[in-house]
């Protein structure tokens, strides 16, 4: 699943175009790595979110393409 997907998924992020345009300015790391919007993520990966206020590190548990509302939660951890 793409990464821009999966924030939008998660509920992390709340459009894909946000997500997408925060990969563009290099706000979101894969594993210590600058992810792209295409980029794939993997069960396991470690997603990192910089943020005005600091950092926000998450491992993904679940890359299911449909997601309820209820069980956003479900699909990562935080770290």
């Not at 997907?5 to 925060?22: C, D, G, M, Q, V």
């Not at 998450?58 to 309820?68: A, G, M, Q, T």
């Given at each position: 699943m793409r990464i821009?997907?999966?924030l939008k998924n998660s509920r992390i992020i709340k459009r894909r175009t946000l997500a997408k345009e925060?990969?563009?300015?290099?706000r979101i790391l894969l594993n210590d790595r600058i992810a792209?919007?295409?980029t794939e993520v993997n069960v396991g990966d470690i997603i990192t979110l910089k943020?005005?206020?600091g950092e926000k590190r998450i491992k993904v548990l679940d890359v299911s393409e449909h997601v309820s509302k209820a069980s956003s939660?479900?699909?990562?951890?935080?770290l």
């Amino acid at each position: 699943m793409r990464i821009d997907k999966f924030l939008k998924n998660s509920r992390i992020i709340k459009r894909r175009t946000l997500a997408k345009e925060a990969c563009e300015k290099h706000r979101i790391l894969l594993n210590d790595r600058i992810a792209k919007p295409g980029t794939e993520v993997n069960v396991g990966d470690i997603i990192t979110l910089k943020f005005a206020a600091g950092e926000k590190r998450i491992k993904v548990l679940d890359v299911s393409e449909h997601v309820s509302k209820a069980s956003s939660l479900d699909i990562y951890e935080e770290l």
